[in-house]
């Protein structure tokens, strides 16, 4: 497959976008797609759109290769059994389930090859299964639905929590809820379900819940959150002491005793006083963990900063690809979008994995930027799609993951990483106090530009 003409032609000039495409063929095989859906729909069946086809549109819409679903379906109308209109119907009455399902499924094989290419990130907790878990609300849609017409407030179709694992880089599970006014707190249920032995839970302060932590406790897991004050009652059983400093205060800890429902835990409280406030003038930062006291605290204050990747992967999803998108006004059809944006996610994960294993970490990392490689599927996939027989692809859908593995990896090798260099800017310029524009509310660039000119020259 990979020396055909063809195609061999844009493995020279784009072979990472082939990379992302042979991973998105093999993680989305249609079979595999539709047989989920068949066992975990509940209410929906496949009466003439197979789900497999609803994926594949949302799929060019999240990967911004087409600007709306009317324009996907119309891309790909002769190979949908159905009308536009049953694709709109379909897509909006997907159930919560089924998004989770299929999550989950690409999740696992996903995980599976880049375990087998050696590709995951630095092991930052050794001998801990980390799980980074937050919420994302998506933005306001437009008002196309009639029940929207006569509001001027922003209609949000829906939240979900996400769950990062962040030694492989891949989002591990999504819990979708259709009532953006939800509490988070009310879709930890679904979260509970997955904990096992030996997991590490990292989560804001939303996530301090007795009943979520003490579960996880229940399970020989561990947890690391910050403590929200009206979260339960406790009492310190020592002062708390210095530990030392990191990067950004100093570390003390205090041991505590809490009693849930009944039961008695020892718990680490462990205090980050900063030396600059947050955004919301906190001065101090307070984390609730039961780790094992063989766990420094200034460890455990590190490793509770390792919670922004997990809003990396929601900057990527918003700016790399388009995980809201603004015509889709029903929460089933805004979360299918969403999901799918991670679905795409994870296949770019992946990818970036088999970069790392043939150039390594060290190298990939820090210098290589998630947008551009984004930004180059969207570029040369309409390309490809059209040089390159659909049935060249079916040989990458059938592929093990040994095979797979080893086929990404001859890929990896021949991009060059010089074409999607980060670009760090400098620090920003302060800015200007704005003494003009209250009479008016546009100016003229040119004149301003005219005037600076003419400044310029006067003795």
Excluded at 230 to 247: H, P
Excluded at 374 to 387: D, K, L, N, Q, S
Aim: glycine letters at 6%; hydrophobic letters at 40%; charged letters at 25%.
């Amino acid at each position: 497959m990979l020396f055909h003409d063809v195609l061999e032609r844009f493995i020279r000039r784009s072979a990472w976008t082939v990379m992302v495409r042979c991973i998105l063929e093999n993680l989305l095989r249609p079979e595999n797609l539709d047989r989920m859906f068949a066992e975990v729909a509940e209410r929906q069946y496949t009466r003439q759109i197979l789900f497999s086809s609803l994926v594949e549109l949302m799929g060019l819409v999240v990967c911004k290769i087409r600007p709306s679903m009317r324009a996907a379906y119309l891309s790909r109308k002769e190979h949908i059994d159905g009308t536009l209109k049953s694709v709109y119907e379909k897509l909006n009455h997907v159930e919560p389930a089924t998004l989770t399902a299929l999550v989950r499924q690409t999740y696992r094989d996903a995980a599976a090859v880049v375990d087998q290419m050696g590709g995951g990130l630095t092991d930052w907790a050794p001998g801990y299964t980390v799980r980074i878990v937050d919420g994302n609300r998506l933005t306001g849609t437009d008002h196309r639905l009639a029940d929207l017409r006569s509001t001027k407030q922003a209609a949000l179709p829906g939240q979900s929590l996400v769950v990062l694992d962040p030694l492989r880089g891949l989002v591990s599970d999504v819990i979708p809820c259709e009532d953006a006014h939800a509490q988070e707190r009310s879709l930890l249920d679904a979260v509970m379900d997955t904990i096992r032995e030996r997991d590490l839970w990292i989560a804001d302060r939303n996530f301090c819940v007795g009943r979520f932590l003490f579960h996880i406790a229940a399970k020989s897991g561990y947890f690391l959150v910050r403590h929200h004050g009206q979260s339960f009652s406790w009492e310190a059983v020592d002062q708390r002491r210095e530990v030392g400093r990191v990067e950004t205060g100093t570390v003390f800890e205090q041991p505590i005793r809490v009693t849930y429902e009944g039961q008695t835990w020892r718990l680490r409280r462990v205090t980050l006083v900063l030396t600059q406030a947050t955004k919301e003038g906190d001065r101090e930062i307070h984390l609730l963990t039961n780790l094992p006291e063989d766990i420094d605290a200034c460890q455990v204050a590190q490793w509770y900063r390792q919670r922004w990747s997990l809003e990396g992967v929601f900057q990527d999803l918003t700016v790399s690809l388009q995980c809201e998108i603004n015509t889709l006004g029903y929460p089933p059809a805004a979360l299918f979008g969403f999901c799918t944006a991670v679905l795409a996610f994870n296949g770019l994960a992946v990818a970036k994995a088999a970069l790392r294993s043939v150039h390594g970490a060290e190298t990939v990392e820090p210098t290589v930027s998630d947008h551009q490689l984004a930004a180059e599927v969207a570029a040369v996939h309409e390309g490809m799609e059209i040089a390159v027989p659909e049935a060249m692809w079916v040989e990458v859908q059938t592929m093990t993951v040994r095979t797979l593995s080893q086929t990404l990896r001859q890929l990896a090798r021949r991009v060059d990483l010089s074409r999607f260099r980060k670009h760090k800017r400098g620090p920003k310029k302060p800015r200007p106090k704005r003494t003009s524009g209250a009479g008016s509310t546009h100016v003229s660039t040119a004149r301003l530009l005219n005037a600076r000119k003419t400044a310029s020259k006067t003795p």
